[in-house]
């Protein structure tokens, strides 16, 4: 993974963060069936609705599932903590993901520290309300994959400056990669007291989004499902759904002599009462996700394939498939958003704004389809199977119109951008080299000082890295390489990606000439 210098434009940077996190995200997408598949078919309305999933066998299969396929949601932002200084470190890579698992949990443990010295934890049942949650045992702030993300960035910084350090004699034996989790520990210490001082600033601001719905009429569903997308990858949806389902925020309704608060708390208890369905609470549940989850994302997956390279599409038919079950079947986006999320900001603005769109548009509609995870199995059982009255075919005609939207756009957006989706990947892809590019040799050898020189020196070089046959670097200015220099110094080409990626094809024994341009380096 190429290091970005100063002069590295944004889109690349993030593009490069991107692929980091494919490790993870492959593994979401494969457990996101099996946690789908097991909560969806051993929940209570499954049940009522298919009786022979009933049977305690199968229900000890499903639950089974459910619990192995929540790891991965479970613990993603760890994952994600290790995945980022594993996936950009050049050297060491084990010890930046091992600083990276470090890292993350002693940022939670400060973080517990300062709430719990200022009385700020939570009781048990409030957790979700108060935008905390439990990791490893320690009750902590709900950030979701950015606290990952945070850690893993600062690991990989803190990686690339000490895994060389040198301490005295004395200390000598903290030295070098050893001392990359030491100063990890010290300095995500310190981040986890101060992020407890700025967090409260977000609950504030979410505060006061969910009165903004309430006061919104039929702009309110809008304001929801855009907010919830928003802010899903921040970890700080729970705040804004919990006030939506569970209190005034979400709407107020009598029922049998009750007052009831909150939009899910309301569709339930008339469901239990044998009641009409109220419009304006499941305008805030799953029928304004499902435009967006069952036809809208599997069709920007559709679009993701479609513009891979055509060698590639086998490699990651498998990734796609999965993670558009995942969505269809049990509303779990997760794998197919992060495949596009930090690749192009551009399209995660359009997902939030369509998804937002839907919640609308349903409630403008009159639909009541309820629940919380907007896939196929609650459009079946509390949309089909509840009659005409639910209006579920109009998912059917809004769900067209949504696939075609998300497929173009996705499309036209990863071609022009150029976006590194699934299966865009570089020249440098390993099915791509050439014979001749594998047989090349040099006899004598490779002169890597003067190398350097041909690659303007020190000074122009940002980052260096190797493939097969490759040296892959970043340039502070690609016009000071001198292509012709070194294919007489013996490179069989040079490749210039743009102003400041530039590839020099050397052959299998590149690895040789890297250590030692690192050496000298």
């Not at 729970?238 to 389902?245: E, N, Q, T």
């Not at 502070?476 to 069989?492: E, I, T, Y």
Request: proline share 4%; aromatic share 12%.
């Amino acid at each position: 993974m190429m290091q970005k210098g100063k002069k590295a434009s944004y889109m690349e940077i993030f593009q490069g963060l991107g692929k980091t996190f494919m490790l993870p995200v492959a593994l979401l997408a494969f457990m996101g069936l099996f946690l789908g598949i097991g909560s969806a078919f051993s929940a209570e309305s499954a049940i009522d609705a298919f009786p022979f999933l009933g049977a305690e066998w199968l229900q000890v299969i499903f639950r089974f599932m459910s619990t192995i396929g929540g790891f991965a949601f479970s613990y993603l932002p760890v994952m994600f903590a290790m995945a980022i200084p594993l996936g950009l470190a050049r050297k060491e890579k084990g010890v930046a993901a091992f600083s990276g698992f470090v890292g993350y949990v002693v940022l939670q443990l400060s973080i517990n520290f300062y709430l719990q010295q200022t009385n700020q934890l939570a009781e048990s049942a409030q957790l979700r309300e108060a935008g905390q949650e439990m990791v490893f045992g320690i009750q902590t702030l709900s950030m979701g994959v950015l606290g990952g993300i945070i850690v893993g960035l600062i690991v990989y910084q803190l990686h690339t400056r000490f895994y060389q350090f040198q301490l005295p004699d004395s200390f000598a034996f903290f030295s070098g990669t050893r001392f990359v989790p030491i100063i990890t520990s010290v300095t995500l210490a310190i981040v986890g007291v101060m992020i407890p001082i700025i967090w409260p600033i977000f609950a504030m601001v979410i505060t006061g989004i969910g009165h903004l719905i309430q006061r919104s009429g039929p702009f309110g569903p809008f304001l929801f499902g855009a907010g919830e997308r928003l802010l899903l990858p921040f970890g700080l949806h729970h705040i804004l759904v919990s006030m939506i389902r569970f209190t005034e925020a979400g709407g107020s309704q009598l029922i049998d002599g009750q007052q009831v608060f909150g939009a899910l708390n309301i569709f339930y208890s008339e469901l239990q009462h044998g009641l009409s369905i109220s419009p304006n609470a499941t305008a805030f549940l799953s029928q304004g996700k499902m435009p967006t989850f069952m036809f809208g994302l599997p069709a920007a997956a559709l679009a993701m394939y479609r513009t891979a390279k055509p060698s590639n599409r086998p490699m990651i038919k498998g990734l796609l498939i999965s993670g558009v079950i995942a969505t269809f079947v049990t509303g779990i986006t997760e794998p197919i958003e992060f495949l596009f999320l930090f690749l192009s900001p551009l399209l995660w603005i359009f997902h939030v704004i369509m998804t937002g769109a839907g919640f609308m548009l349903m409630s403008l509609l009159g639909v009541t389809i309820g629940n919380t995870d907007g896939g196929i199995l609650d459009f079946i059982i509390f949309g089909v199977m509840q009659g005409s009255y639910t209006k579920w075919w109009m998912v059917l005609l809004v769900g067209v119109v949504w696939f075609a939207v998300y497929y173009f756009v996705f499309k036209t957006v990863i071609l022009r951008k150029n976006l590194k989706t699934p299966g865009r990947e570089d020249l440098t892809a390993d099915a791509e080299y050439t014979e001749t590019e594998m047989a090349h040799r040099v006899k004598g050898g490779f002169d890597a000082e003067e190398i350097l020189r041909a690659l303007g020196g020190t000074a122009n070089i940002t980052s260096l890295d190797n493939c097969i046959t490759r040296l892959r670097l970043v340039v502070n200015d690609g016009s000071l390489v001198d292509d012709d220099r070194l294919k007489k110094l013996g490179a069989l080409g040079v490749i210039h990606l743009d102003k400041t990626n530039v590839q020099v094809i050397i052959g299998t024994k590149v690895t040789t000439v890297r250590n030692q341009l690192d050496a000298i380096l």
